[in-house]
């Protein structure tokens, strides 16, 4: 960004979008700017002045779409005003791309004071504009950002809930792996007085017994 271009940032706030001359796009040095401006600023009266320039609340952009007439009417900027500017690029578009600035300038002017639209008050709904939408990229910036905390808050707490119940769940394995390692220790110490009167014996108290489950009547 030249230092010209730099010091319209000191004249219109949120000026920082500017068009690379060769292929008509926005810089990403300007687009970077802009970005950061919609964070944070070093200039705090222009921040804060960004963050009130709205009457009323502005909707909000569906996938990103945004709907400007709404946006300045919310700003506070008419229908008259935002055809002053519409009027003013449909005169700068219609004009051939060689036609050299200052001719321009002429042209457009001369065009516009023939209609009677005061170049003074054009220039007043174009700052209008651009401070809108400043504060409406900043506004959007800043629900964002809290979006993104209240998101980061919550998905920290379900990771933590996640990492206790895993505790829990590692927990209850260990103590059902004791639980079974002890419960066969005793089965084992048990086995070997069973054994000692033998299979036959075992068989038949079992079958007669009304408290005992064999095998097959287990289930």
Known sequence: MTDTNKSWGHTVLGWFVVKDEADGSASEETLASGAATAGTTAEGAPAQAADQVFVTNPPAAV???????????????????RQRVAKT?????????????PVKKQIVEASLTAFGVPI??????????????EGYIRAGA???QQVLADADTRIK???????????VMDARVQEQQAVTRACNDRKLSTQQILEFFGQEAVARVVAASPKLRGPARQG
């Not at 996938?63 to 005003?81: L, R, S, T, Y």
């Not at 690029?89 to 600035?101: M, N, R």
């Not at 003074?120 to 939408?133: F, H, N, P, R, T």
């Open 63 to 81: 996938d990103g779409k945004v709907a400007f007439d709404q946006v300045f009417e919310a700003a506070g900027i008419g229908g008259e005003e």
């Open 89 to 101: 690029l449909d005169l700068l578009s219609a004009l051939p791309s060689e036609t050299p600035a």
């Open 142 to 144: 800043a629900d964002t």
């Open 157 to 167: 707490a379900k990771e933590d809930e996640i990492r206790q119940l895993r505790v």
């Open 120 to 133: 003074d008050k054009i220039i007043e709904s174009g700052v209008a504009e651009i401070q809108a939408l």
